[in-house]
């Protein structure tokens, strides 16, 4: 199997073949965020990346097959987690680069495309899943690291604080149409900390052990 043949996400291949799939992912975007997911062709694709369509239907098949590879490209190249030293610093970090990423001209009509788009195509809704996983991969140690530090009860479930962040910016953005400023970002992070040093996101076994020891009221 030649590079140009293996399935979606599997490698990340150098020289010619490299060259043409981030034009690929590249035009791929583009349609995305100017026209979404429906209007999505692999010809267009094509013609916008300055390669052949058989070259786009023979590796990607796909617009989903597109998509896919287009989610694992922005996951791997998302920046890394910061690390402040304290868990407001860092969940502060996180969502600024979220309120960031969603209201960046290209990148928001972009992710509101594919989140539409999953919603009734299984193939990019799992694509978008392992997305957003990896996103909680990358960041969920920061909570970990605030409860080695004593600033949250042990046994906080590190990825729903980390869901509770982004979870009032996707909101606005998809729902409530309200600012998505810097300000909303602090209060969404300021919220998942107070409700994290709190213990709202110990998970259930650790809330009994903690209950035992005195660690929560």
Same mark, same amino acid.
């Given at each position: 199997?030649?590079?140009?043949?293996?399935?979606?996400?599997?490698?990340?291949?150098?020289?010619?073949t490299?060259?043409?799939?981030?034009?690929?992912? /590249?035009?791929?975007?583009?349609?995305?965020?100017? $026209?979404?997911? /429906?209007?999505?062709?692999?010809? =267009?694709?094509? =013609?916008?990346?300055? !390669?052949? $369509?058989?070259? !786009? #239907?023979?590796?990607?098949?796909?617009?989903?097959?597109? !998509?896919?590879?287009?989610?694992?490209?922005?996951?791997?190249?998302?920046?890394?987690?910061?690390?402040?030293?304290?868990?407001?610093?860092?969940?502060?970090?996180?969502?600024?680069?979220?309120?960031?990423?969603?209201?960046?001209? /290209?990148?928001?009509?972009?992710?509101?495309?594919?989140?539409?788009?999953?919603?009734?195509?299984?193939?990019t809704?799992?694509a978008l899943?392992?997305f957003?996983?990896?996103?909680?991969? =990358?960041?969920?140690?920061?909570? /970990?690291?605030?409860?080695?530090?004593?600033?949250?009860?042990?046994?906080?479930?590190?990825?729903?604080?980390?869901?509770?962040?982004?979870?009032?910016?996707?909101?606005?953005?998809?729902?409530?149409?309200?600012?998505?400023?810097?300000?909303?970002?602090?209060?969404?992070?300021?919220?998942?900390?107070?409700?994290?040093?709190?213990?709202? #996101?110990?998970?259930p076994?650790?809330?009994?052990?903690?209950?035992a020891t005195?660690?929560?009221?």
């Amino acid at each position: 199997m030649t590079a140009d043949e293996a399935p979606a996400g599997t490698l990340r291949p150098g020289g010619r073949t490299a060259r043409v799939r981030q034009a690929v992912l /590249r035009a791929t975007g583009d349609v995305l965020a100017e $026209k979404g997911f /429906r209007h999505l062709d692999l010809g =267009e694709v094509a =013609e916008r990346a300055g !390669v052949g $369509k058989t070259t !786009v #239907y023979r590796r990607w098949g796909s617009a989903a097959g597109l !998509v896919a590879e287009l989610l694992v490209e922005m996951a791997e190249d998302s920046l890394p987690r910061t690390d402040t030293g304290s868990l407001l610093g860092d969940l502060r970090a996180n969502a600024r680069l979220v309120q960031r990423t969603l209201t960046d001209p /290209r990148q928001g009509p972009l992710f509101k495309a594919v989140i539409a788009a999953a919603s009734w195509d299984e193939r990019t809704a799992a694509a978008l899943h392992r997305f957003y996983d990896t996103r909680l991969q =990358e960041w969920a140690p920061c909570v /970990r690291q605030a409860a080695d530090r004593g600033e949250v009860p042990a046994g906080t479930d590190a990825r729903e604080v980390i869901r509770a962040v982004s979870a009032p910016l996707y909101h606005r953005l998809l729902l409530s149409g309200d600012p998505l400023d810097e300000a909303a970002a602090d209060r969404a992070a300021e919220a998942a900390a107070a409700a994290a040093r709190a213990g709202a #996101y110990v998970v259930p076994a650790a809330r009994s052990a903690n209950s035992a020891t005195g660690h929560l009221s």
